[in-house]
Antibody, heavy 119, light 110 residues
């Protein structure tokens, strides 16, 4: 069965950096786009970024361009999210999600990792 | 990349049907049949319920159905059950090759 396990969250000071990881299993990782979605406490879902199956393309929501970088290592079935210059409004649960046959359909999700930006 | 517009809340009694709307623009919902719907119970990860406007993934009840007209997509849940009480989010592919979510709708089963 498909499993997505995120890690790397925690409490971090504003301005610092963090790298989130998501290890996938149960499917051919190198064949599917992967993405990150975040959810601030008590708020709705916000799509963050997507990376194509072969890392040939990455797209981001405007609000994180220049600060976030999505990458993947197909040899390790892992997708990453590098977050720089963290701000308090980056606080929330970050979910890793697998794209379906069409990447915009997120057919499997991880349990999320909590990032708290606070001094 | 403005969020799609959903009602903040809807409610219905067991056995009834409800519909949740999701309004976008000609840059997303109106131009593509690429609307998805997700169910999220408190403290849990979202679950894909409908993809590409009206398709149900394997294992999702046929009480859930989707449609679209112009810039507005809709999710209908028939035969409401207590377990359907959750937050529901729509999303759409956009002409920037990104995805945009709606603000979410809280469904209460009375």
């Amino acid at each position: 069965q498909v499993q997505l396990v995120e890690s790397g969250g925690g409490v971090v000071q504003p301005g610092r950096s963090l790298r989130l990881s998501c290890v996938a299993s149960g499917f051919t990782f190198s064949s599917y786009a992967m993405q990150w979605v975040r959810q601030a406490p008590g708020r709705g879902l916000e799509w963050v970024a997507v990376i194509s199956y072969d890392a040939g393309g990455q797209y981001y929501v405007d609000s994180v361009k220049g600060r976030f970088t999505i990458s993947r290592d197909n040899s390790k079935n892992t997708v990453f999210l590098q977050i720089n210059s963290l701000r308090p409004d980056d606080t929330g649960v970050y979910y890793c999600a697998k794209g379906g046959d069409d990447f915009w359909n997120l057919d499997y999700w991880g349990q999320g990792t909590l990032v708290t930006v606070s001094s | 990349q403005s969020a799609l517009t959903q009602p903040a809340s809807v409610s219905g009694s067991p056995g009834q049907s409800i519909t949740i709307s999701c309004t976008g623009t000609s840059s997303d919902v109106g131009s593509y049949n690429y609307v998805s719907w997700y169910q999220q119970h408190p403290g849990k990860a979202p679950k894909l319920m409908i993809y590409n406007v009206s398709n149900r993934p394997s294992g999702v009840s046929n009480r859930f159905s989707g449609s679209k007209s112009g810039n507005t997509a809709s999710l209908t849940i028939s035969g409401l059950q207590a377990e359907d009480e959750a937050d529901y989010y729509c999303s759409s592919y956009t002409d920037s090759s990104t995805v945009v979510f709606g603000g979410g709708t809280k469904l209460t089963v009375l």
